[in-house]
């Protein structure tokens, strides 16, 4: 059967092999995101009035996860952030001997305690309803760009530092799409091995092509997770053997192969700690936004004898992103250990090979809990740019700021729940076909034995599912819009 290539797509294909089109995508983002610091700076702090916090709390968010589930890691591809990446490089390769590499150790060790670090101090200093607070983000996301690719090399600031970079790489473990060989027997016979070895200065097959930053071997890559999608494999192979390719979303997680730049996910400490973090945040991130939080907080305060919000909210992260993560994983590993028969599997080694299928729980749960903000609010950009239009003297019409919802308010649950049910069914098909990658299939009891290994972790997904679903009927916050809080249901 003939397979799904983007690149061969007309129109599509085209622009996409163009050298140029990821600064064509990257300068227009380059821009808005200009305006959203100078709104977040200058304008109105009142967070529905103002781009910067419409913008990157209300669509940004909803429109990345979108893109994760259709196509795959598309705003690494159009990254503002890749601009002073590469103004730090070329400073880097003239001032700095080309940097030194990160320490092996890292990995993704930083990018994880950012992320926790980021999670908590989102909903303590209330990020979403602070336009000046977003907009420093974003300039302390340029700068922190600009500086770690001036001193350190290897696409530094994306693989091991950038957390919506890690979120991306979590995200598109779920995506139908993946940059790869479309014929091995070609990389084979290639003996100069440009995907991974061109540089403006040797390469001669295609003029001004690199090679991948992050060391993803073609030949040997697997998956989408540390990449970026920037394309650059695909102008420097002579042979045009690299395609946007399609494929069975989820289905990186179903084997363990050694993957080029990664190694195997198994063994990956860092990624299994970023996938459970960023599978169990899902749900404390949506949590964090519903009424029950708010009395668990007082109660709290009250048990601590803190007048402050801050200690009662640190232990609920303390609790929802560590110590509950740690612990369901660890009994699932245990109860994969025991049921399967197998002395062998120690707990470790059946948390770090199964950990993974909890992956598209966690993005169906990131998926509804954006889409109710997107579908609520969506509509909400166009009073806003107007009254930024209007603020800068170039729109003199009625701001209409009765806009803000892109469907009816009982079509929400309904939509929620059906992408909760789409990440459960998906966890629930990668945590068996982990199971059957891991047990002997030749036994005469191997389907017993794939039902025994992958019913804790099962287990554990219906639980999450029904958690998510408790969390998607309390009342939510409508967060980045004029509205008042939704009703049960929404």
């Known amino acids: 059967m003939r397979q799904l ?10 622009f996409l092999k163009w050298r140029h089109a990821r600064a064509a995508m990257q300068v227009p983002i380059l821009l808005l995101a200009a305006l959203v610091v100078f709104d977040g700076l200058a304008g109105p702090q009142l967070a ?98 600009f500086t770690v690719d001036t001193f350190f090399r290897g696409a530094a600031f994306c693989k091991h530092l950038c957390p919506v970079g890690q979120f991306n790489f979590f995200g598109s473990l779920v995506s139908p799409l993946e940059i790869r060989t479309r014929d091995q027997a070609t990389c084979t016979a290639c003996r100069t091995k440009d995907c991974i070895t061109a540089s403006p200065k040797v390469n001669r097959s295609v003029s001004g092509a690199r090679g991948c930053e992050l060391w993803l071997f073609q030949q040997r890559k697997s998956g989408n997770m540390d990449c970026t999608f920037c394309l650059d494999c695909i102008h420097a192979c002579p042979y045009n053997n690299i395609g946007m390719i399609g494929r069975v979303p989820t289905s990186e997680l179903w084997t363990d192969p050694h993957r080029s730049g990664v190694g195997r996910f198994s063994r990956r400490h860092d990624l299994v700690a970023l996938v459970v973090l960023l599978s169990f945040g899902a749900f404390i991130n949506a949590f964090a936004m519903i009424k029950p939080v708010y009395v668990l907080q007082a109660q709290l305060a009250r048990w601590l004898g803190a007048s402050a919000r801050a200690p009662g909210l640190a232990l609920v992260f303390l609790v929802g992103l560590v110590l509950l993560p740690a612990l369901s994983v660890t009994l699932a590993g245990l109860g994969t250990r025991l049921l399967s028969g197998s002395n062998r599997v120690s707990a470790t080694a059946a948390i770090g090979r199964y950990a993974y299928a909890l992956v598209p729980m966690g993005f169906g749960m990131w998926l509804a809990h954006y ?106 916050e409508m967060r980045g819009t004029m509205m008042m809080p939704a009703p049960a249901g929404g």
């Not at 290539?5 to 085209?14: A, E, F, S």
């Not at 940004?60 to 730090?88: D, S, T, W």
């Not at 469907?407 to 929400?412: D, F, K, M, R, S």
């Open 5 to 14: 290539d983007l690149l061969t797509w007309p129109l599509l294909g085209p």
């Open 48 to 145: 529905p009035k103002n781009l910067a916090t419409v913008n990157v709390w209300l669509l940004y968010r909803g429109a990345v996860v979108l893109a994760l589930l259709i196509a795959g890691n598309l705003f690494c591809m159009a990254c503002p952030f890749m601009l002073p990446r590469q103004a730090g490089r070329w400073l880097r390769e003239r001032c700095f001997g080309g940097g030194k590499p990160v320490p092996v150790g890292l990995r993704k060790w930083l990018a994880i305690g950012l992320l926790v670090i980021f999670f908590y101090c989102y909903e303590l200093f209330s990020l979403w309803a602070s336009p000046w607070l977003t907009a420093w983000l974003i300039v302390g996301y340029f700068l922190a760009a």
């Open 371 to 476: 889409a109710f903000h997107f579908l609520t609010g969506g509509l909400t950009i166009v009073p806003v740019v107007q009254s930024f239009l209007a603020d800068v003297g170039l729109f003199g019409g009625r701001v209409q700021w009765g806009l803000g919802p892109l469907v009816p308010a009982e079509w929400l649950f309904p939509i929620e729940a059906i992408l909760l049910y789409c990440g459960a069914t998906g966890s629930l098909i990668a945590a068996f076909q982990i199971a059957r990658d891991q047990l002997d299939d030749r036994s005469p009891d191997a389907r017993q034995a794939v039902m025994r290994a992958a019913l804790p972790w099962a287990a554990l997904v219906l639980l999450m599912l029904a958690v998510g679903l408790w969390i998607l009927v309390q009342p939510m």
